[in-house]
């Protein structure tokens, strides 16, 4: 069965960076585009990017764009998001996402997700 | 940027009741849209794609209709398993855009 493990979360100060690491197992990563979102405690979720299934598009919201880069590696079947810049607001639980769609040159549903990996920005 | 508005925010109703919720679209979505169920402590799960179309080993209890702006998602009837905060998200534009939630409550 699908199943996609988050790492890499942790305490980093404001200005710092992080990079969050989800190992996927159980289907054909290089054929699926992917995604992260995060939740910020007790709050509603924000889809952050997107990557195409062979990495050549990726898209990013507002917030973070020129801050974090999402990347994968198809030979380790590993998604990335290396977040630079760091603000108290990006404290939040991010998830990896699979897009549902095979193939998916847009991003579209999300599902299966993993369980997530906190990460919280202070001083 | 799409903005997605879901209602009613919480709701309580009893085992065995109907539950609905709506989801409006600020623009023209088409059939882009999604709906979640998220438990405590838990990841969200994908349980409508397409608006109306059931992800597989999802319960027939759930459904969605609409297109356009105009979206429901129905419990025929809820079951203390449902106890959840469910997400709709439309996938008709960039920035990907989910509602604000709604946590439905076992009365």
């Known amino acids: 069965q699908v199943q996609l493990v988050e790492s890499g979360g942790g305490v980093v100060q404001p200005g710092g960076s992080l990079r969050l690491s989800c190992a996927a197992s159980g289907f054909t990563f290089s054929s699926y585009g992917m995604h992260w979102v995060r939740q910020a405690p007790g709050k509603g979720l924000e889809w952050v990017a997107f990557?195409?299934?062979?990495?050549?598009?990726?898209y990013y919201a507002d917030s973070v764009k020129g801050r974090f880069t999402i990347s994968r590696d198809n030979s380790k079947n590993t998604l990335y998001l290396q977040m630079n810049s760091l603000r108290a607001e990006d404290t939040a639980v991010y998830y990896c996402?699979?897009?549902?769609?095979?193939?998916?040159?847009?991003?579209?549903?999300?599902?299966?997700w993993g369980q997530g990996t906190l990460v919280t920005v202070s001083s | 940027d799409i903005q997605m508005t879901q209602s009613p925010s919480s709701l309580s109703a009893s085992v065995g009741d109907r539950v609905t919720i709506t989801c409006q679209a600020s623009q023209d979505i088409s059939n882009y849209l999604n709906w979640y169920q998220q438990k405590p402590g838990k990841a969200p799960k994908l349980l409508i794609y397409?608006?109306?179309n059931l992800e597989t080993g999802v319960p027939s209890r759930f459904s969605g209709s609409g297109s356009g702006t105009d979206f429901t998602f129905t419990i025929s009837s809820l079951q203390p398993e449902d106890i959840a905060t469910y997400y709709c998200q439309q996938y008709d534009n960039l920035p990907l855009a989910f509602g604000q939630g709604t946590k439905v409550e076992i009365k």
């Open positions: 990557i195409r299934y062979d990495g050549s598009n990726k």
């Open positions: 996402a699979k897009d549902h769609q095979h193939s998916s040159s847009w991003p579209q549903s999300l599902g299966p």
């Open positions: 397409d608006a109306s």
